[in-house]
């Protein structure tokens, strides 16, 4: 039997248990009104395996049934279930009866109706596993395709998804950003944050703010903003998109621009973080930042506009996230940022050292340890790459105690 993730503790037993057209799916008085939904979407998981599901009910449950304890005691994410001859049963805080549905679900998709008796006690090892997927260098996901890939999230027991804004959404009034493209709509996005939470997932916003930003610099209206002159009048190139459109974060208008448009994109989703992005910032002090950086030095430049966008999440009751790749430079600097922000320290190598997550844990930062799944510029995906790199960069987040701060 495969189960993914695979258990922290599995016993087996004699004995099976019989799902039936007569099994009842009982929610324990204690269970909550979202883990009820989510017993529902259970049983219509289990009726695509089986072709039939058990009726859903709360209650203690009798022989025969399958029984959900929510009990907030348990440890985290964790579960215990349990499948004896006469009854099946899931006790485990909120979100851990979510898993361990999910677990049981694999059980019922690979023996059908007759249940192995076992014993299986888990819980994460890595509190936040998040999947982090490009909407803005591609085709724009339909809402269908991206309620799929939450799907396949929330079986896996993934508990995080970032969908990556470029113009890729409809801002208002910002025609000429998304003038090309089938953005997603604040409907759409709204949708989608509502069917996540149902999941289990954390549906958390990211919006490019300081470099890749080729769709809104090249714009007429918004040229005057790009760090290199004449943004709006160069052809399209691989290299142009990726590497020479950052914001001059010189400009005061920058942060206006940045403030209004994370303002309007904010308010779409029920999580309190936002990713702010901020990495790969290549035209930093070539253009009209230069004298800038010459007085002040990059670093310094970097981290008052990044400072300035995170406190405005801070003032607006979010958490900011970005990308570390730039302040892996200068770490120190983080101590500057405020105490909310984390730092998404990447790295796609399938020999990803651990230096990069020692400096930043060392200067203090909360960070979460981000690897690859070594698809980019690949017809296929590099699997045993990405094998690799995140086995590596998964040691690291428990080793640094990833998700936490330290000063």
């Not at 579960?79 to 009866?97: A, C, F, K």
Request: net charge negative; hydrophobic share 35%.
């Amino acid at each position: 039997m495969y189960l993914i993730p695979y258990p922290a503790k599995l016993e087996e037993k004699e004995g099976s248990f019989t799902f039936t057209y007569r099994t009842y799916l009982c929610a324990q008085p204690g269970c909550s009104d979202r883990v009820c939904r989510q017993l529902a979407l259970f049983g219509q998981a289990v009726k695509k395996a089986l072709g039939y599901s058990g009726r859903i009910s709360r209650g203690a449950g009798r022989e025969g049934d399958i029984v959900f304890v929510q009990d907030d005691a348990v440890k985290g994410q964790g579960y215990r279930l349990e499948i004896t001859p006469g009854q099946v049963s899931v006790t485990g805080s909120e979100s851990g009866l979510w898993h361990g549905m999910q677990t049981l679900l694999q059980i019922v998709e690979q023996n059908g109706a007759v249940l192995p008796a076992l014993c299986i006690e888990d819980a994460p090892e890595i509190e936040n596993r998040a999947y982090y997927f490009d909407s803005a260098r591609g085709r724009v996901p339909k809402l269908s395709w991206l309620k799929e890939l939450a799907d396949r999230m929330a079986y896996y027991k993934m508990n995080q998804l970032q969908i990556y804004i470029e113009h890729s959404y409809l801002f208002r009034g910002m025609t000429e950003l998304w003038r090309d493209d089938t953005p997603l709509t604040a409907a759409e996005i709204m949708e989608l944050d509502q069917y996540c939470m149902e999941r289990g997932i954390e549906l958390v916003p990211s919006l490019s703010s300081f470099g890749h930003l080729y769709k809104l610099l090249s714009s007429k209206e918004y040229a005057h903003l790009c760090e290199l002159e004449d943004s709006d009048r160069q052809p399209f190139s691989l290299k142009g998109r990726m590497h020479h459109h950052t914001i001059n974060a010189t400009d005061p208008q920058s942060l206006v621009l940045l403030k209004d448009m994370i303002g309007e994109y904010m308010e779409l989703f029920s999580s309190r973080q936002f990713n702010i992005c901020a990495d790969e910032t290549f035209d930093l002090g070539q253009g009209k930042s230069k004298k800038a950086v010459e007085e002040l030095g990059k670093d310094r430049v970097y981290i008052n506009y990044v400072k300035e966008l995170a406190q405005f999440l801070v003032d607006n009751g979010r958490r900011p996230m970005f990308w570390g790749d730039v302040i892996l430079g200068f770490p120190e600097m983080v101590r500057e940022l405020p105490k909310e922000m984390v730092c998404l320290n990447w790295g796609y190598a399938w020999n990803q050292r651990e230096e990069e997550t020692k400096w930043m844990y060392e200067a203090g930062a909360t960070q979460y340890c981000c690897p690859g799944c070594c698809g980019w510029n690949q017809f296929v995906t590099l699997n045993w790459n990405a094998y690799n790199n995140i086995s590596r960069l998964c040691t690291y987040a428990k080793k640094y105690e990833i998700g936490r701060a330290h000063v």
